[in-house]
């Protein structure tokens, strides 16, 4: 997948903030990463006012009442049907609209956006399909920087706000994979407060031990992450003291949740989120997800027909609203399925499937993260692939459409190592059936650890 | 009570236009037909008057050839005997400004030889002038004219034009942005 290239001035990064010292310092600190990549927020006066208003409602934490139906919906699906080329067409009652899948976004993004979206706002996100086929999916600088509020909105829930201003750095999103976009920034919404994306792979540094000096020197207030990387962050031992670490892109297990909390001194949250609408729900305890939206309508579809499963009863998780005007979304199909209960005012996702970690092992016993192949196989005419490994290490991938075998063998070798034992098979693009893009692996995360 | 005619026996009327009233109307010194003259005359029948001045003032020179023909084959229409026996008082400038409109969307000769276009004229009118067609409630009349309404048509044709040329916008800058950064991530999906 071709890289994106950094283009902007950071005047143009950070049209509000006017000293930019604290960036140059995270830049050029003698232990920094060689950061590939640059990125600002782009918040100007107006976007800003409107991330502002959205975390005042974001900190109120409204929800819907049971059985009933949000405020905003009959202006949010008016606005829609007037504005939205692709909801134009649908039927004035909410029951009455069809679900919506990824596919039919994928092929047609652009029929989800707002007429009252100015191009020149749009920002650009691939999702490398770690649970579905990739996409480009759409945003603009309010929607990204909301993200903040939502996470604000949880953590304030156990009486822990973020400090934010020129100095600290407030959020680090942590990777380990083999290559990533990584950068330092600024978030305006925190006034100014440092923004890290570092991968810690060792190539990426300058010096290996420079991954904990430079964690620990900036201390940063949130640390965002997956399960493994936060796994081989432990590991590492870094003394540092994070407020809360926050995991997302798959299910957090239990005893890796007590094992973190237990080391950093901190509530570890899973967040239950999607490239397409960002946080959905967050898990303190194993299993439940309390909605932290109450602007992203949750219901549980029936998987073939669209019905409301009666409540408590297992279903297709499928979202409405948002605040992302490029891609405002009705009844869009998660692709998971749970079963939704209210708990007290707030509804809460029970038995949540669909965000299993899968674990593979590399040749040399390595851990190998499944964005790494995704991203890989995005080069590929492929509609879709699965990738399996046995005990025994043995990886055996299928893959439906038109790609070499001997291009596949090459990349997989490149990711698992050359001592690996793969079996590749191409498929008619026709035959791939279920899910476009699955992994599954005999290992466990207890695997890795040895 | 006044009987109206069914559409189908309006567009019939409409198909047996006689070839004189497609004659070239008169315009800037050149053409057949006095537009305006046979206006005042149909008015004159109309009212029963056949000495009474003229009441419209068409302006030939200002108007383009297809309205002016338009307005013609309208004349003819007003020859059938329904129309002797309402008032006339639609028979205005809403009704002229209307012909203006559509005109240049459409050949003249098709108004009287194409089924659909004689049935859009035949619609038009009888909604002018205040009546709906025999067999035909208010709002079946209405959506059927909305079938064949040449106006219509267009602005859906100039609305699909600029949702094409909106998507294409869109997907220029989509691969535009793709190519380069957007802002920051805060968090793994």
């Known amino acids: 997948m071709m890289k994106p290239v950094a283009v902007l001035s950071d005047n143009e990064r950070f049209p509000l903030l006017e000293d930019l010292g604290f960036l140059k310092e995270l830049r050029q600190d003698s232990s920094a990463p060689i950061f590939n990549f640059g990125s600002g927020d782009r918040l100007t006066s107006e976007k800003l006012e409107q991330v502002n208003a959205y975390a005042g409602r974001a900190r109120a934490q409204q929800f819907w009442q049971k059985d009933s139906l949000p405020d905003w919906m009959p202006e949010f699906l ?40 100015d191009p020149d706002d749009m920002l650009v996100y691939n999702t490398s399909g ?19 509020a939502q996470l604000e909105a949880i953590l304030a829930a156990d009486g822990i706000s973020l400090e934010g201003g020129a100095g600290r750095v407030s959020i680090c999103l942590v990777c380990n994979q083999e290559s990533t976009l990584t950068y ?3 978030s305006t919404y925190l006034r100014g407060a440092g923004i890290l994306k570092i991968n810690l792979n060792p190539a990426d540094w300058r010096k290996p031990e420079d991954r904990i000096d430079y964690l620990q020197k900036y201390d940063p207030e949130i640390l965002t992450g997956d399960p493994f990387t936060f796994l081989t962050l432990a590991e590492m031992k870094p003394q540092i003291k994070p407020k809360a670490l926050v995991s997302s892109a798959m299910t957090l297990q239990e005893g890796l949740r007590r094992r973190l909390e237990k080391q950093f001194g901190c509530p570890v949250y899973d967040i239950y989120s999607l490239t397409e609408c960002r946080m959905i729900g967050v898990a303190r305890q194993a299993g439940v997800y309390r909605l932290i939206r109450p602007d992203l309508y949750v219901e549980i579809l029936h998987a073939d027909k669209d019905e409301p499963m009666p ?56 851990f190998v993260n499944n964005v790494d192949i995704s991203r890989a196989m995005c080069e590929f005419m492929l509609a879709g692939f699965k ?51 699955s992994y599954s692996s005999e290992f466990t995360e207890a695997d890795i650890k040895k | 009570m006044t009987e109206v005619p069914t559409i189908s026996e309006l567009i019939h009327h409409i198909k047996r236009c006689p070839a004189e009233f497609l004659a070239a ?106 009546y709906v067609p025999a067999g035909e409630t208010p709002d ?4 059927r004219f909305d079938a064949v309404n040449t106006v219509k048509r267009i602005k859906v044709i100039e609305e699909t034009a600029a949702a094409e040329e909106r998507a294409k916008l869109l997907r220029r800058q989509m691969a535009e942005q793709r190519a380069r950064e957007a802002a920051n991530v805060y968090g793994r999906e």
């Open chain 1, 78 to 117: 008016c606005w829609c049907r007037a504005t939205v080329p692709a909801y134009r067409s649908y039927q004035p009652e909410f029951l009455q609209m069809p679900s919506l899948r990824r596919e039919q976004i994928a092929g047609r993004p652009w029929k989800y956006v707002s007429d009252e979206c």
């Open chain 1, 130 to 148: 770690s649970t579905g086929a990739p996409m480009d999916v759409m945003f603009d600088a309010v929607s990204q920087a909301c993200w903040i």
């Open chain 1, 184 to 186: 330092a920034s600024l």
């Open chain 1, 311 to 366: 409540i408590g009863e297992r279903g297709e998780i499928t979202v409405t609203g948002g605040i992302n005007p490029f891609l405002p979304l009705i009844r869009y199909r998660t692709g998971d399925y749970g079963y939704l209960r209210h708990d007290g005012d707030v509804p809460c996702l029970y038995d949540l499937a669909g965000r299993a970690p899968v674990v593979f092992i590399g040749g040399d016993g390595s």
């Open chain 1, 387 to 437: 990738l399996h490994q046995g005990r025994d290490r043995k990886v055996e991938f299928v893959g439906w459409g038109s790609a070499a075998e001997e291009d596949i063998r090459n990349v997989l070798t490149q990711i698992f190592g050359s001592s690996s034992q793969l079996e590749v098979t191409i498929e008619a693009a026709a035959s791939g059936e279920g899910k476009k893009v």
């Open chain 2, 25 to 130: 109307p008169i315009r800037r010194g050149k053409g057949e037909v006095n537009s305006e003259a046979l206006v005042n005359d149909v008015l004159r029948r109309l009212l029963q008057q056949s000495t009474a001045p003229g009441k419209a003032m068409l302006t030939a020179d200002r108007r383009s050839a297809a309205e002016l023909l338009l307005i013609q084959i309208c004349c003819w229409i007003l020859t059938h005997p329904f129309f002797a026996k309402i008032d006339n008082g639609w028979f205005n400038e809403v009704f002229w400004s209307q012909l203006a409109t559509v005109a240049p969307h459409v050949k003249s000769e098709l108004w009287i030889t194409d089924e659909q276009r004689a049935e859009e004229l035949a619609r038009m009118i009888l909604k002018c002038s205040g």
């Open chain 2, 140 to 143: 079946e009349a209405l959506d």
